[in-house]
């Protein structure tokens, strides 16, 4: 029979995977750099793709760690 819910290895290696999703969106974030050309154009859009990286980067390690640590 097929269980329906993960196995404690499963969610070990899905937590791992989120984890490190999200420090490489993390790093991400902070290499590419992306920025306005003046500091004095500070526009949303130029923001936009910076900051929903480290949103997204730290979900991905917040339910990587909360799989962890239910495994």
């Known amino acids: 029979m097929h269980p329906h819910f993960p196995t404690c290895g499963q969610k070990r290696g899905i937590g791992a995977a989120l984890t490190v999703v999200g420090m490489s969106l993390w790093l991400a974030a902070v290499a ?8 004095r154009d500070v526009n949303f859009p130029h923001m936009e793709a910076r900051l929903l990286a480290i949103v997204t980067g730290g979900a991905s390690v917040t339910g990587g760690i909360a799989l ?3 495994a």
């Open 68 to 70: 962890l640590a239910s």
């Open 32 to 39: 590419l750099h992306i920025t306005p050309i003046t500091e």
